[in-house]
Structures are given as structure tokens and as C-alpha cells.
């Protein structure tokens, strides 16, 4: 607009000069120009002119020198649209019809600049709309009423002076540039080439009553210079930015304007613009940018719309790249978060394509900004990140200054990264995908996460310690097969985040201000504990909600299709309560999860219900804080490790802290937490009872049983207490009530050896730290008895070679006990030895019986035949044998 009122004024002197010329020879217009010219400080130096047979004005020269500019106007052609006769001095402006010029030189002489304009340094931004409408109605009443066309202009603006003449003339002939010039009431057309014939500007404008449009052409790196040059002409910020000469830029941008009914309209092309800035243009160090940006431009009333939609707008990608490390200097300095630095760190990005896929729309009247869709794609070491905002709107408030506030956002991030907190565990990166809506309400911001939304890592490595530094030191040690190993977690987000908008919120309640209603899906597959457990698929089903000071995550725990626990965390989430429990699980079904136990399980039936609970305080060292497992086993039915069990049930209330497992003290010390229908040995055991105590610290396990009791052989047996490991000064007490001495016998089946009867005594068993030993046991006849040996051939042999032994073995044939005993010992060979001492009667001699007999029995042959479990029995059979 300054440009194009400038380019009237000159016109406006070449009237009054054209009107001299017309009545006057040359000093006569020498003197009257010179004397409307004085007023602006310039004079015309030198005209030559003459009229041709058409009355046409031929100016051959004319020369003006102003403070700023020498003009010389070589074969000027003024046509005029009335007969000559008609011609009047005071109307000779309206009877000139065009002005027509050959050659223009233009040198400038000094720096010119266009007056301020107060109004429009302080127009808010909210006003724009006005303030366009206004300037363009203002360029559509203004009128060139006759033809101007300069052919070819030559112009050379100020250079600094050398000392050296020469020099300065070379300076200012590399600066000249060259162009044309035409306007008339319709049409303006302006062009401007620089030394090399490069263009630097193009303008091109047609009106046409109120509507107007026009064309714009230029070349960035080559208006850069003739802008600089022309630096007092400008804005002070715009001078300062030109002058900076840590920043190139190039590009050529070609812009079509129509103005119709009030409602302009803009085409733009940018054509492969880059660029460039060194290290002290901005706090991000060296920036470099390219695109190639098409986009449309539309202003309807108080409404600014960018169109970035256009089929051939495809190549719309703006490339920015920029220092990592610097960005990471600023975002410290602006105390961003650190684990979000830390990431960044461990993430380095140093560029970033940006793609404007719909339209940005300007609202002045409800100040606000929306954008229908942009993308910003960057790459790290693992890959692309792509992030995807949709329906953005922001509002604005230009008062005093401009400031833009966040409305609602829909976003898309996908992409993966390397977290440091997770390298211990894997070295994979972690696999990220959010989808969802941000939306700013009167007091919060809420995110909404939709369906999609998912973080998956994989090849995770599960160290079992106590610390984060421990597990990377042991490893190194231990081969990575031996500890628990994932193959993938993923992991399905949806729900709300809320964050409360109260800045004023001291910094300790800070953590109130999120709050969570949150979905979360996982699955984790191949879980594989090595010698303990491996499950194909662990589904985990979690409802989190509430905030981190009252927090409450919901969790079910399924793996292979087998519901195994549910987890409750609630409370502050820095140290929770925690409770995790299962009811009426199947065995069997946990059992086909392909655990490996230390003995083997051939279950058909039984259930297992669990609950753990207590409170995590220490973070570091998960098995430091205390925790209560209460643990019910029902109706097990089935073998374990080859021995049939029947209806085995068993309860047990254990505390977890440091590592170690302990049995809750309880005051019913008499009942039984463990029971068995039915034993199936040689010798079934029926209606087992006893009560456990479990303890497991310092790497070594303790049992403890009281009052075991139980049904076998036709009796029962009691036991107060046993330990394992056994103790020395802790004897193991055998009471024996009623055991039938003819199914006892059975065990051992001797040819020709009948014994009927039931006995009950005491065997007292001690550990000497090597073996089993037996010292002071006793048994006694419960009733009378009947002991037969016949046709043993052991027995036959023995009374072949004595008689006494033949007297004695006789009144066994058929003795009718009352009295049965025997003191038991047994020694550190195995072999129990049997003061034994037996009254009765024989009927068949007629006779007593009183025999006392030293027996030596080889006990450990017995326990061999009692098909004990392998396990069991072979430790009781070393024990023996050592």
C-alpha cells in the first residue's frame, strides 16, 4: 500500500511537469516544476522535450534529483484523449491519456522511510479482520486516472561509499536492478529482476469496481538483500531480523489474492523453502528446515480459514531439524519433569515432519483457533514416532498480549522408546499406542484413552532379588535361563484421566490432583519360571480408580483360561494395602498350568482358596514389607508322588516379611489344620490328623507337627510333636493304642506265623545327628492273644536240632497269650531289638507258658515294604543306614 501511494505521488509531478511542458519552452518548466519541487527539497535538473504531428508529447529527457534519488526519464510519449482545441491549463491532468516511458534510472542517494502508522502498531490481533477489510477497500478506491507504463527501469539503491571512486561505482553497478512498470485505473503491473536478471519480485493487481485481484511472485533468498537495503523503510523488528546473518532462508512463493463481496480469498505456494540458522539464532542451537507448503486462505467475516486439503497439496511436509542436546538444555532450564528429560535423553530426537492434513480456522469473534488435523512424525534409534492431533482448538486473548489456552484435542501417538527403568528387566524397547482426547473443562483437564490404546514390551527378564542393582550383578553371574522369563506384555488401556486445574495446590497435595477411572487389559505371553512354572497366556483384567493418595486397582488374574487370583491394591499408591486371593480353584486345572513340583501330582479332585494381604512401605525390596497368606486346601483327592490320598484338607495362616515364611501363631493349638481321609500304603492310614508349623528364614526350612494321630492297623497312633529337620533333644514320641498284631504281621508275611491280639506302648525315636535311634519303648497286651507258628521251615530246623528248643517252639504252636510285653530298643544299625515277655497257656499240651525272648527284627526291611512314597522312604532308609 506505502508502495503503491508513493508510486501516485511521482505521478502526480510528472502531471504538473507534463502540464508546464505543454504551455512553455524548457526554462519556463524548469523554473515552474522547480518551484512546486522546492517544497519537497528536490529540483528538475534537466528536461528535453517536443510535440509530434499527433500533438503528442515526446519528452526525450527529464532529470529530477531529490535528496533520496536521481530520476532521469528517458522517451517519455504523453497521448492525450481531447482534441488539442479543447485542451484547458486547469483540466490538462484529465486530458492526458497515458503516459508511456522507455528507460527510468532510479539511484538512490540516501535512505527513505515511509511514515509510521500509530493505528496500525497497535491493532490487537482480534482486529485484524477489520483492519484487512479496511486496507483493501481503501487500495479499491484508489485510482490512476490515466495510463503509466515504464518498459524498463533501472534502479540502484544506496551502497556505503568507498574512498576509492571506482570501487564505489562497481559496488553500486552489482546492486543495480532492473524491472517494469504499468497501471492504469483497471490494472497495475510491477517487476523487479536483480543484477543477474534473477527475479526478485513480482506484483501483478486488476480492479474491478469494488473487487480486486492480484498476483504475487518473489523469490525469498533474493528479496532478502533488496529488503535489507532498504532497512529504514521497514519496521524496526523486521530491519533487526534481516540484518541477522545467523539465519539464510530460500524459497520462492507464488500467492493468487481475490477479493469479491467482502470475502478474500488466497492461493499460496511455497516452492522448496529451506532454512538455515547457526547456533546463536535460538536457544535449540542450529536449526535447518525444508518444505514444499501449498495452502488456501479465506477471510469471511470475522473468519480466518487455512485450507490445506487441496488434491495437490500432498507434498505439505515441513522438515525441522535441530540440536537434541540444546532442546534437552531448554526443557531443563523450564524445569520440565525429569523422568520426561530422562526419556528424551535416552530417546534422542533432532528432527520432526510436520503435515497439515485438513484446516486451520481463525474464529476472531470467539477468539478461538481450530485445526482439523495435523501430523508430526520424528525418528529415534527404535524407529518412527508418529503423532497425529485432530479436531485441536485453542482459544486466544490478545490482551495486552497474544496467549493461546488448550480447549479439546483429539491425539494419536504411536511409536517406541527406551525407558531406562526397564532395562534391567529387558533391553528391548517399549512398543506405544495412545489413542485418545484431551478436553479442558472449568476446573480440569481430562484425557480421554480410547480403545487402541496399548504399551507391549517384550523378552522380559524377571530378576528375583531384592534390588535393582543386585539382579544386574547376578545375572552377570548366572546364566539367563534361571530366572523367570516373559516373552511379550501387552498391555490395553481406556478410560479417564482427570488433573484438577488449581496451580495454588501446594506442592504435597499435588498428587491429589490426578485422578484415574481407568480399563486396563494385559496380556503377558509364555511365562516361563524355570523349574517352577510355565503358562502359554496370563490374561489380567484391572480396574484402577481413584487417586494416588486413595488409589484402588482391581485386578483378575487368569492364566490359561484358569481364573488363578484377584489383586486389590488400595490407598496411597506410594505404599498401598495390598490383597490378593482365589476361591475354589481347581487343582487339577492349576496342575495342567505345567507346574514343576518337587514331587508328582496325579490329582483328580480337591480345590485351593488363598488370600494374601498387608501393606507395601518399602518399594525398594517387595519382600521386605509384611504380608498374612492364609492358605485352605479341600478335598484333595488323588496320588502324590504314587501314594493315593483321599479327601486331604489343610488350612494354614503364614506371615511373609524379609524373605522369610512363618506359621501365624494360633490359640486353638489342640484342633487340626491338616487332615486325610484315607492313606493308601501297605497298611492304610485312616482319619490322619495333625496341625502344622511352617518356617522358612535363613535359607533353611523348619516343619513342625502337633498332635498327629491317625488309624492304622486296627488301632491308632498318636505323636505330640516332630520337627524337621529332627533335633536331638527333641525325641520323637510314638504312642500306640490297640494295634492288631495279626495286621501288623501281615506286612511282613512269614511262612507258618500266626500272631492275633492288639497291643499299645510307647516308642520314643531320637536323632543322634546321623541316625534313627530307639531307647525305652515298651509295648503291652490290650486282651488276650493267640500266637501260632507251624510248618516254618526256619522253626522245623530249630527243633530238629534241640529239644529244649523243641519243647519251646511246641508250646508256640498253639499259645493262648494273657500277658504280652516288650522293652524296644533299636540301634544305629536298623535292627530293633525285643525284650519280649509272654504268658499263657497251650490247650493242646495242657500246660503254661512263660517265655521270655530277645528278638532282633529288621526294621528297615519293614519300612521298605510299606510302599511309603519314594521321597520319604528313601530319606528315613539313609537316615537308618548311616
Request: glycine share 4%.
Given at each position: 500500500?506505502?508502495?503503491f501511494k508513493f508510486t501516485l505521488a511521482i505521478c502526480l509531478v510528472?502531471?504538473?511537469?507534463?502540464?508546464?511542458?505543454?504551455?512553455?519552452?524548457?526554462?519556463?518548466?524548469?523554473?515552474?516544476?522547480?518551484?512546486?519541487?522546492?517544497?519537497?527539497?528536490?529540483?528538475?535538473?534537466?528536461?528535453?522535450?517536443?510535440?509530434?504531428?499527433?500533438?503528442?508529447?515526446?519528452?526525450?529527457?527529464?532529470?529530477?534529483?531529490?535528496?533520496?534519488?536521481?530520476?532521469?526519464?528517458?522517451?517519455?510519449?504523453?497521448?492525450?484523449?481531447?482534441?488539442?482545441?479543447?485542451?484547458?491549463?486547469?483540466?490538462?491532468?484529465?486530458?492526458?491519456?497515458?503516459?508511456?516511458?522507455?528507460?527510468?534510472?532510479?539511484?538512490?542517494?540516501?535512505?527513505?522511510?515511509?511514515?509510521?502508522?500509530?493505528?496500525?502498531?497497535?491493532?490487537?490481533?482480534?482486529?485484524?479482520?477489520?483492519?484487512?477489510?479496511?486496507?483493501?477497500?481503501?487500495?479499491?478506491?484508489?485510482?490512476?486516472?490515466?495510463?503509466?507504463?515504464?518498459?524498463?527501469?533501472?534502479?540502484?539503491?544506496?551502497?556505503?561509499?568507498?574512498?576509492?571512486?571506482?570501487?564505489?561505482?562497481?559496488?553500486?553497478?552489482?546492486?543495480?536492478?532492473?524491472?517494469?512498470?504499468?497501471?492504469?485505473?483497471?490494472?497495475?503491473?510491477?517487476?523487479?529482476?536483480?543484477?543477474?536478471?534473477?527475479?526478485?519480485?513480482?506484483?501483478?493487481?486488476?480492479?474491478?469496481?469494488?473487487?480486486?485481484?492480484?498476483?504475487?511472485?518473489?523469490?525469498?533468498?533474493?528479496?532478502?538483500?533488496?529488503?535489507?537495503?532498504?532497512?529504514?523503510?521497514?519496521?524496526?523488528?523486521?530491519?533487526?531480523?534481516?540484518?541477522?546473518?545467523?539465519?539464510?532462508?530460500?524459497?520462492?512463493?507464488?500467492?493468487?489474492?481475490?477479493?469479491?463481496?467482502?470475502?478474500?480469498?488466497?492461493?499460496?505456494?511455497?516452492?522448496?523453502?529451506?532454512?538455515?540458522?547457526?547456533?546463536?539464532?535460538?536457544?535449540?542451537?542450529?536449526?535447518?528446515?525444508?518444505?514444499?507448503?501449498?495452502?488456501?486462505?479465506?477471510?469471511?467475516?470475522?473468519?480466518l480459514q487455512f485450507d490445506f486439503t487441496h488434491k495437490d497439496y500432498?507434498?505439505?511436509?515441513?522438515?525441522?531439524?535441530?540440536?537434541?542436546?540444546?532442546?534437552?538444555?531448554?526443557?531443563?532450564?523450564?524445569?520440565?519433569?525429569?523422568?520426561?528429560?530422562?526419556?528424551?535423553?535416552?530417546?534422542?530426537?533432532?528432527?520432526?515432519?510436520?503435515?497439515?492434513?485438513?484446516?486451520?480456522?481463525?474464529?476472531?469473534?470467539?477468539?478461538?483457533?481450530?485445526?482439523?488435523?495435523?501430523?508430526?512424525?520424528?525418528?529415534?534409534?527404535?524407529?518412527?514416532?508418529?503423532?497425529?492431533?485432530?479436531?485441536?482448538?485453542?482459544?486466544?486473548?490478545?490482551?495486552?498480549?497474544?496467549?493461546?489456552?488448550?480447549?479439546?484435542?483429539?491425539?494419536?501417538?504411536?511409536?517406541?522408546?527406551?525407558?531406562?527403568?526397564?532395562?534391567?528387566?529387558?533391553?528391548?524397547?517399549?512398543?506405544?499406542?495412545?489413542?485418545?482426547?484431551?478436553?479442558?473443562?472449568?476446573?480440569?483437564?481430562?484425557?480421554?484413552?480410547?480403545?487402541?490404546?496399548?504399551?507391549?514390551?517384550?523378552?522380559?527378564?524377571?530378576?528375583?532379588?531384592?534390588?535393582?542393582?543386585?539382579?544386574?550383578?547376578?545375572?552377570?553371574?548366572?546364566?539367563?535361563?534361571?530366572?523367570?522369563?516373559?516373552?511379550?506384555?501387552?498391555?490395553?488401556?481406556?478410560?479417564?484421566?482427570?488433573?484438577?486445574?488449581?496451580?495454588?495446590?501446594?506442592?504435597?497435595?499435588?498428587?491429589?490432583?490426578?485422578?484415574?477411572?481407568?480399563?486396563?487389559?494385559?496380556?503377558?505371553?509364555?511365562?516361563?519360571?524355570?523349574?517352577?512354572?510355565?503358562?502359554?497366556?496370563?490374561?489380567?483384567?484391572?480396574?484402577?480408580?481413584?487417586?494416588?493418595?486413595?488409589?484402588?486397582?482391581?485386578?483378575?488374574?487368569?492364566?490359561?483360561?484358569?481364573?488363578?487370583?484377584?489383586?486389590?491394591?488400595?490407598?496411597?499408591?506410594?505404599?498401598?494395602?495390598?490383597?490378593?486371593?482365589?476361591?475354589?480353584?481347581?487343582?487339577?486345572?492349576?496342575?495342567?498350568?505345567?507346574?514343576?513340583?518337587?514331587?508328582?501330582?496325579?490329582?483328580?479332585?480337591?480345590?485351593?482358596?488363598?488370600?494374601?494381604?498387608?501393606?507395601?512401605?518399602?518399594?525398594?525390596?517387595?519382600?521386605?514389607?509384611?504380608?498374612?497368606?492364609?492358605?485352605?486346601?479341600?478335598?484333595?483327592?488323588?496320588?502324590?508322588?504314587?501314594?493315593?490320598?483321599?479327601?486331604?484338607?489343610?488350612?494354614?495362616?503364614?506371615?511373609?516379611?524379609?524373605?522369610?515364611?512363618?506359621?501365624?501363631?494360633?490359640?486353638?493349638?489342640?484342633?487340626?489344620?491338616?487332615?486325610?481321609?484315607?492313606?493308601?500304603?501297605?497298611?492304610?492310614?485312616?482319619?490322619?490328623?495333625?496341625?502344622?508349623?511352617?518356617?522358612?528364614?535363613?535359607?533353611?526350612?523348619?516343619?513342625?507337627?502337633?498332635?498327629?494321630?491317625?488309624?492304622?492297623?486296627?488301632?491308632?497312633?498318636?505323636?505330640?510333636?516332630?520337627?524337621?529337620?529332627?533335633?536331638?533333644?527333641?525325641?520323637?514320641?510314638?504312642?500306640?493304642?490297640?494295634?492288631?498284631?495279626?495286621?501288623?504281621?501281615?506286612?511282613?508275611?512269614?511262612?507258618?506265623?500266626?500272631?492275633?491280639?492288639?497291643?499299645?506302648?510307647?516308642?520314643?525315636?531320637?536323632?543322634?545327628?546321623?541316625?534313627?535311634?530307639?531307647?525305652?519303648?515298651?509295648?503291652?497286651?490290650?486282651?488276650?492273644?493267640?500266637?501260632?507258628?507251624?510248618?516254618?521251615?526256619?522253626?522245623?530246623?530249630?527243633?530238629?536240632?534241640?529239644?529244649?528248643?523243641?519243647?519251646?517252639?511246641?508250646?508256640?504252636?498253639?499259645?493262648?497269650?494273657?500277658?504280652?510285653?516288650?522293652?524296644?530298643?533299636?540301634?544305629?544299625?536298623?535292627?530293633?531289638?525285643?525284650?519280649?515277655?509272654?504268658?499263657?497257656?497251650?490247650?493242646?499240651?495242657?500246660?503254661?507258658?512263660?517265655?521270655?525272648?530277645?528278638?532282633?527284627?529288621?526294621?528297615?526291611?519293614?519300612?521298605?515294604?510299606?510302599?511309603?512314597?519314594?521321597?520319604?522312604?528313601?530319606?528315613?532308609?539313609?537316615?537308618?543306614?548311616?
Open positions: 500500500m506505502r508502495l510528472f502531471v504538473i511537469t507534463l502540464s508546464a511542458v505543454f504551455y512553455s519552452r524548457s526554462s519556463v518548466v524548469t523554473s515552474i516544476v522547480n518551484n512546486y519541487l522546492t517544497e519537497h527539497n528536490s529540483e528538475l535538473t534537466c528536461i528535453d522535450f517536443e510535440v509530434n504531428n499527433n500533438f503528442d508529447l515526446l519528452i526525450t529527457r527529464i532529470c529530477i534529483d531529490s535528496p533520496y534519488a536521481e530520476i532521469e526519464l528517458i522517451g517519455s510519449l504523453v497521448e492525450w484523449r481531447f482534441e488539442p482545441s479543447k485542451l484547458d491549463v486547469d483540466n490538462i491532468a484529465d486530458a492526458i491519456s497515458a503516459i508511456n516511458i522507455d528507460v527510468a534510472t532510479v539511484r538512490a542517494k540516501g535512505d527513505f522511510q515511509f511514515p509510521e502508522n500509530p493505528t496500525s502498531s497497535n491493532v490487537k490481533f482480534s482486529e485484524l479482520p477489520t483492519l484487512i477489510r479496511k486496507k483493501i477497500n481503501d487500495l479499491a478506491l484508489l485510482s490512476i486516472p490515466i495510463k503509466v507504463e515504464i518498459k524498463t527501469f533501472s534502479y540502484q539503491p544506496l551502497t556505503n561509499k568507498k574512498t576509492n571512486k571506482q570501487t564505489h561505482q562497481k559496488a553500486n553497478k552489482n546492486h543495480t536492478y532492473q524491472g517494469q512498470f504499468s497501471a492504469n485505473a483497471q490494472q497495475l503491473a510491477f517487476s523487479l529482476a536483480n543484477q543477474k536478471n534473477e527475479s526478485v519480485l513480482a506484483l501483478a493487481l486488476t480492479k474491478n469496481g469494488d473487487e480486486i485481484r492480484a498476483s504475487l511472485a518473489t523469490d525469498l533468498a533474493k528479496l532478502r538483500p533488496f529488503l535489507v537495503r532498504h532497512q529504514r523503510a521497514l519496521p524496526l523488528s523486521l530491519s533487526t531480523l534481516l540484518l541477522d546473518d545467523s539465519w539464510v532462508a530460500a524459497g520462492k512463493l507464488n500467492s493468487q489474492l481475490d477479493w469479491q463481496q467482502q470475502t478474500l480469498t488466497l492461493t499460496n505456494q511455497m516452492t522448496d523453502f529451506s532454512f538455515e540458522a547457526s547456533q546463536g539464532f535460538s536457544s535449540l542451537g542450529p536449526i535447518e528446515l525444508e518444505t514444499t507448503l501449498s495452502w488456501q486462505t479465506a477471510l469471511v467475516g470475522e473468519t500432498q507434498r505439505n511436509n515441513i522438515q525441522l531439524a535441530f540440536n537434541a542436546e540444546k532442546l534437552l538444555e531448554q526443557l531443563t532450564a523450564q524445569r520440565v519433569d525429569q523422568q520426561i528429560i530422562n526419556v528424551l535423553t535416552d530417546n534422542a530426537i533432532n528432527s520432526l515432519t510436520v503435515q497439515s492434513l485438513g484446516s486451520l480456522t481463525i474464529d476472531f469473534a470467539q477468539q478461538t483457533i481450530a485445526s482439523d488435523s495435523l501430523d508430526i512424525v520424528s525418528r529415534n534409534l527404535n524407529g518412527p514416532i508418529k503423532l497425529s492431533l485432530n479436531d485441536v482448538l485453542f482459544n486466544f486473548n490478545d490482551d495486552p498480549a497474544i496467549t493461546t489456552n488448550l480447549q479439546k484435542a483429539k491425539l494419536s501417538l504411536t511409536g517406541a522408546a527406551s525407558i531406562a527403568q526397564l532395562q534391567p528387566y529387558s533391553r528391548q524397547p517399549v512398543k506405544v499406542s495412545v489413542i485418545g482426547e484431551i478436553v479442558q473443562y472449568s476446573d480440569i483437564w481430562q484425557l480421554t484413552l480410547a480403545q487402541g490404546t496399548a504399551i507391549e514390551l517384550a523378552q522380559l527378564s524377571l530378576p528375583s532379588n531384592k534390588s535393582v542393582s543386585e539382579p544386574i550383578r547376578k545375572s552377570q553371574q548366572s546364566t539367563p535361563n534361571a530366572q523367570p522369563n516373559i516373552k511379550s506384555l501387552i498391555s490395553h488401556w481406556q478410560g479417564k484421566v482427570s488433573i484438577a486445574k488449581n496451580d495454588n495446590q501446594p506442592q504435597s497435595k499435588n498428587s491429589e490432583s490426578v485422578t484415574f477411572a481407568l480399563d486396563i487389559n494385559s496380556q503377558i505371553k509364555q511365562l516361563n519360571y524355570p523349574n517352577i512354572l510355565k503358562v502359554d497366556e496370563l490374561k489380567l483384567t484391572t480396574k484402577l480408580s481413584g487417586n494416588i493418595e486413595e488409589i484402588t486397582i482391581n485386578t483378575k488374574v487368569i492364566a490359561d483360561d484358569v481364573p488363578i487370583a484377584t489383586a486389590i491394591l488400595m490407598g496411597d499408591l506410594r505404599h498401598p494395602s495390598v490383597i490378593v486371593s482365589a476361591q475354589d480353584v481347581l487343582l487339577t486345572d492349576l496342575l495342567a498350568l505345567k507346574l514343576k513340583l518337587p514331587v508328582e501330582l496325579k490329582l483328580i479332585d480337591g480345590n485351593i482358596d488363598y488370600h494374601l494381604s498387608g501393606q507395601l512401605k518399602n518399594s525398594d525390596d517387595l519382600l521386605a514389607n509384611p504380608m498374612i497368606l492364609t492358605l485352605t486346601v479341600q478335598d484333595v483327592t488323588g496320588e502324590v508322588d504314587g501314594t493315593w490320598l483321599q479327601e486331604l484338607n489343610w488350612q494354614q495362616k503364614l506371615q511373609l516379611q524379609n524373605g522369610e515364611i512363618k506359621s501365624r501363631p494360633d490359640q486353638t493349638k489342640t484342633s487340626s489344620n491338616l487332615t486325610i481321609a484315607k492313606i493308601e500304603t501297605a497298611t492304610p492310614i485312616n482319619n490322619f490328623s495333625t496341625r502344622t508349623y511352617i518356617d522358612f528364614s535363613k535359607d533353611s526350612m523348619k516343619l513342625l507337627a502337633h498332635n498327629i494321630r491317625g488309624h492304622l492297623l486296627g488301632g491308632r497312633f498318636d505323636i505330640p510333636q516332630v520337627q524337621w529337620p529332627f533335633r536331638k533333644d527333641l525325641p520323637v514320641k510314638v504312642a500306640l493304642t490297640r494295634i492288631d498284631l495279626e495286621k501288623l504281621l501281615e506286612l511282613d508275611k512269614k511262612q507258618g506265623i500266626v500272631v492275633t491280639g492288639k497291643v499299645s506302648g510307647q516308642l520314643p525315636i531320637q536323632y543322634d545327628g546321623e541316625n534313627f535311634l530307639i531307647k525305652g519303648g515298651s509295648i503291652k497286651n490290650v486282651g488276650d492273644g493267640i500266637i501260632q507258628v507251624y510248618n516254618n521251615p526256619a522253626v522245623e530246623e530249630l527243633k530238629a536240632s534241640s529239644t529244649e528248643l523243641k519243647l519251646a517252639f511246641s508250646a508256640l504252636e498253639n499259645l493262648h497269650y494273657h500277658h504280652l510285653s516288650s522293652e524296644v530298643s533299636m540301634a544305629d544299625d536298623g535292627y530293633m531289638l525285643l525284650d519280649t515277655a509272654i504268658r499263657g497257656r497251650n490247650p493242646d499240651l495242657d500246660n503254661d507258658v512263660n517265655l521270655n525272648l530277645n528278638l532282633s527284627y529288621d526294621l528297615l526291611g519293614l519300612i521298605e515294604s510299606l510302599n511309603i512314597t519314594e521321597d520319604f522312604e528313601s530319606k528315613i532308609i539313609k537316615g537308618l543306614k548311616n
